[in-house]
């Protein structure tokens, strides 16, 4: 059946059960044993090392296997080639490998797999977004489905977290784990790791200097709605007290009205009774 654009998901569950960051602490948890080993291993049994250790799994980086000195003695016996397998683990991928097949050992089907995704992460390192036809080429796979099978194992096995785009043929890939670095990248890395921590200082400066701005901002409208709070009750208070004052006089008119009238009316009836005697 085709499959449909998605992620890959088990049981309901993104396929990432692990993050990438997990799974490169099991990896380097897993080398500890391969190192202990390494104290002791010459000859023979450090070339079997060094295969137990490109088999292991869960095991993706190599450097410090690189720097013991079972390890470098290799490089001065015949076995030297496992040496140079073993740098194309740590630092280079499957194209390394088949520019090189003559002449290093070869490579069993779990190798042969890891090699592979551990190619995927470098492609990922360079881009996110990794065309199915450079996947093809880099991997030396002979069809998509049997490219989308080594995918979805990198996804399952928490090397790469990403999504197949089957529209697009093309991997989006979110996050992947941390691959070993040569001694002679170290200062470009440092570089950019000082560059990155500048920039993330100058955006902290930035966010803080908004902040004061927002907080002064926020004083100044408290301070403005309390003085226009204050004027208005002051105005409040005139506006009662001159309704109050001007009522005063009218009433007092009004009094003074109903007052004469009174007297007006009482000096009309006595006329009346008077006019009335007479008669």
């Given at each position: 059946l085709p499959r449909e654009d998605h992620e890959i998901t088990l049981s309901g569950k993104p396929a990432m059960t692990d993050d990438t960051s997990a799974a490169s602490l099991q990896g380097s948890q897993g080398l500890q044993q391969f190192l202990l080993l390494a104290k002791t291993a010459k000859g023979p049994a450090a070339v079997e090392l060094v295969k137990q250790a490109l088999s292991a799994s869960g095991v993706y980086v190599f450097g410090e296997l690189l720097e013991t000195e079972c390890v470098k003695d290799l490089s001065s016996e015949?076995?030297?080639?496992?040496?140079?397998?073993?740098?194309?683990?740590?630092?280079?991928?499957?194209s390394d490998y088949k520019a090189q097949a003559t002449t290093l050992?070869?490579?069993?089907?779990?190798?042969?797999?890891?090699?592979?995704?551990?190619?995927?992460?470098?492609?990922?390192?360079?881009?996110?977004?990794?065309?199915?036809?450079?996947?093809?080429?880099?991997?030396?796979?002979?069809?998509?489905?049997?490219?989308?099978?080594?995918?979805?194992?990198?996804?399952?096995?928490?090397?790469?977290?990403?999504?197949?785009?089957?529209?697009?043929?093309?991997?989006?890939?979110?996050?992947?784990?941390?691959?070993?670095?040569?001694?002679?990248?170290?200062?470009?890395?440092?570089?950019?790791?000082?560059?990155?921590?500048?920039?993330?200082?100058?955006?902290?400066?930035?966010?803080?200097?908004?902040i004061a701005r927002a907080n002064s901002l926020k004083a100044d409208s408290i301070r403005d709605q309390e003085k226009m709070e204050q004027e208005s009750k002051q105005l409040r208070q005139t506006l009662m007290k001159m309704t109050s004052s001007s009522m005063e006089p009218e009433e007092d008119q009004q009094f003074a009205g109903q007052k004469q009238s009174t007297k007006k009316g009482i000096r009309g009836s006595a006329l009346a009774q008077k006019v009335v005697v007479k008669k």
């Open positions: 015949s076995n030297n080639g496992y040496v140079t397998l073993l740098e194309i683990f740590a630092y280079g991928t499957y050992p070869p490579l069993t089907g779990p190798q042969t797999t890891k090699l592979k995704h551990l190619t995927i992460v470098t492609l990922a390192a360079k881009c996110r977004s990794i065309p199915y036809s450079t996947l093809l080429r880099e991997l030396d796979t002979s069809n998509v489905r049997e490219l989308e099978d080594l995918i979805i194992e990198a996804i399952y096995a928490g090397i790469i977290q990403a999504k197949l785009d089957q529209r697009n043929a093309q991997l989006e890939v979110e996050c992947f784990i941390g691959r070993d670095i040569k001694k002679e990248k170290l200062d470009s890395l440092i570089e950019k790791l000082e560059h990155w921590c500048s920039n993330c200082s100058a955006v902290l400066q930035a966010v803080e200097e908004e």
